[in-house]
């Protein structure tokens, strides 16, 4: 392949749809067709205390061969253009395959079937040892957990493969079953600090390595795009497939996030704040996850804001937005009260993360001054609460994921936003108000599959090095400081927040 040239096919898996997005070598997108989806019900034995979700994959698959055609005809382009495919997921999804290749179960994100499971490696695997090795507690949505739960309920049935969504795409579209470190990080089967998969955790469990795909870097070639994938997408039979990476760690990468001590914050369906370390820093407790770059030789420790484009769509349905087409309908609403603090204080998901954090049952919604009727806030000022929450939540992560570093020796230097909420212009001025710079934002909304685009870019050839595929392919940019007025505003704002947080943290609406 020529250095410089060709078009890379990118098909993502997130929370709440399938997309395809098609990228050419200066990384431009050409065309992002996306196909909303959702999930079925999950009964199992612990349904009353967390639910369960499970994805059926013919449809799924078919979303994202609607998603591939709509792509191609967007962009003007036969599938004859495209030199490579490769693919971009959400993390903690678990699919299993038996022996001929059927989907027995398949669990995205949300998904808390393997609660039983969950039960079963607590009792066998100290917490303590159980973060020093995988990075990530507590177990309940491990694939782990889900295989020992689905083993439990279909004893009869033999598992053969154990995927997430990201290899289950590389899979349908080549038959290959390879995965990479840093979607397995959430699994419960690798250990982070190797890379690699975790011996001792096959052991404690009785695990047959075979049911574990081969780890590779990601960007490595997996195989050629089968006769019959290529049929459904509208491809060339043989295009190449490349193994892609985690939805955050992607997106770390589609903003240029891959030096040691750099950080990246991803407002996407949920908000992860991730600091790039060259060297793993797993503990036996802590609010903190550890997982791997989508990038050999490097590690992540992460905090999370918790739901945020989640949210925000939620409350643009609710005050009576159309979706996805009413983006800018609301952003033109709300971009005049970003010059000040929301007179309301929103507590609508995102949070400060850690393990014993979330409680599902905790209140959520808005306080709102005791006002006359003439001045009851509107759907602009309950859209502008929400940013400035989400806000407040960036930078008690941030301060979070500081503080722990501090302790460690160094700080995080600067902080880089991605994720299709960068589309927001008022959201980064409200930002931009309340967390300290410099920050700097992706200029590509579709910052995940950009990311998997560099990798394949770099392995194929397209470009000589992964450095040169970044040069050409990210560009970002850097967001002005507020007014000290503004920001000094928001200081106050986030006091107030803060002790509106604290509250409500304790209160729970279950019924007893």
Known sequence: MASGSGVIAVLDFSTSGGKCVLFDAQGRCLAAAREAWTYDPYLHEHSALAAGWSFAPDRFWAALVRSTRAALRQAGLPGEAICAVTASSLRIGTVLLDGAGRELFCAPNVDVSGLAGGFEIMARLEEARGNEITGHWPPWIWSLARLLAFHGRHPEQTVAAVLTPLDWITWRLCGALVTEPSIQGPTGLLDVSRANWSDEICDLFDLDRSLLPKLVPGGSRAGELSPAAAADLGLRPGTPVHVGGADSQCALLGSGVRTAEDCGAVLGTTAPLMRVDARPRVTASGPLWTGTHVLPGL???????????????????????????????????????????????????????????????????????????????????????????LAFALRVNLEQLAIETEVEGSRPQGLTLSGGLVRSSSLLATIAAVLPGPLRVGEEPNATPLGAAVLTAAASGIHPSLDAALAAMVRTRVLPPPPDDLRAAYDEAFALWQRFDAAVNPLSLRVP
């Open 299 to 389: 590690w992540v420790r992460e905090s999370n804001a918790g739901e945020a484009g989640a949210v925000w769509d939620w409350l643009l349905d609710l005050t009576g937005f159309e979706l996805p087409g009413d983006f800018e309908r609301a952003e033109r609403l709300v971009g005049p009260l970003a010059r000040a603090p929301s007179a309301i204080v929103g507590f609508s998901g995102p949070r400060a993360f850690g393990p014993n954090t979330t409680n599902p049952d905790r209140p959520l919604g808005f306080a709102f001054r005791h006002s006359t009727y003439a001045k009851r806030p509107g759907r602009a000022e309950i859209l502008h609460s929400f940013q400035d929450n």
